[in-house]
């Protein structure tokens, strides 16, 4: 069965600072890969996905994740933290067969507080 | 557009009472889905529509959680009897096609069974 770790449940960040969000997951095949992102009061936000070809995916609001095979991982990344950055932070996998991607299986997510 | 509306946004019922929740999703859309946050822990799928139809009910805990999507467009999730470890954030998303095709999701109903 397929599986997404977020080891981090809460990380705070000094506003301008870089920030990786940690994410692995297990899974048989190449996975369709999410990350969404909820703010307080709001519903999920898609950041970005990876369906297949470069592994650095880019998204909104600055966000980037890359795709590591070997390592079964799919980190999130950007180089300097807003204040409207925090929020919690979900990864998510898909089954990489039609008509099932949408069926995806969440981490606990990460919980992103960030300091002025 | 409109994006995925739902209904309450909280909800606060004793245990053993009935609670029905609504979710209108992006006009035009074909395919709701269902999760589930209970506190703490990761947003699990509960079903999966396609129209009218359940196409995928494999995440519903147990009988006690009806879901309909009468005439293919708003949806409702019923539970009843509610039991205490029903309490959490139920999402519902909807998208344009089942695959390939983003997931809008909803700001979720905050359900609290006393």
């Known amino acids: 069965a397929q599986s997404v770790t977020q080891p981090d449940i809460h990380i705070t960040v000094s506003e301008g600072a870089s920030l990786e969000l940690r994410c692995n997951y297990s899974?048989?095949?190449?996975?369709?890969l999410f990350w969404y992102v909820q703010s307080p009061g709001q519903g999920l936000q898609l950041l970005l996905k990876?369906?297949?070809?470069?592994?650095l995916v880019q998204g909104i609001k600055g966000f980037e994740a890359e795709f590591k095979r070997s390592q079964s991982s799919f980190n999130l990344r950007k180089p300097s933290v807003h204040w409207s950055d925090a929020a919690e932070y979900f990864c998510?996998?898909?089954?990489?067969?039609?008509?099932?991607?949408?069926?995806?299986?969440f981490g606990t997510g990460t919980r992103l507080q960030v300091t002025l | 557009e409109a994006g995925v509306t739902q209904f309450p946004s909280h909800s606060v019922i004793e245990k053993g009472q009935t609670v029905t929740l609504r979710c209108d999703p992006i006009?035009?859309?074909?395919?709701l889905y269902w999760y589930r946050r209970v506190m703490g822990k990761e947003i699990k799928f509960l079903l999966h529509?396609?129209?009218?139809?359940?196409?995928?009910e494999s995440g519903m805990p147990n009988n006690r959680f009806l879901a309909e999507r009468t005439g293919g467009t708003y949806s409702t999730l019923k539970v009843q009897p509610a039991e205490l470890e029903d309490s959490g954030v139920y999402f519902c998303?909807?998208?344009?096609?089942?695959?390939?095709?983003?997931?809008?999701f909803g700001n979720g109903t905050r359900l609290t069974v006393t």
């Open positions: 998510a996998v898909g089954p990489h067969n039609t008509g099932t991607a949408s069926k995806l299986t």
């Open positions: 990876y369906f297949s070809g470069d592994t």
């Open positions: 529509f396609v129209k009218e139809s359940k196409q995928d």
């Open positions: 899974y048989g095949a190449t996975p369709y």
């Open positions: 006009s035009g859309h074909d395919n």
């Open positions: 998303a909807s998208s344009q096609e089942p695959y390939n095709s983003p997931l809008h």
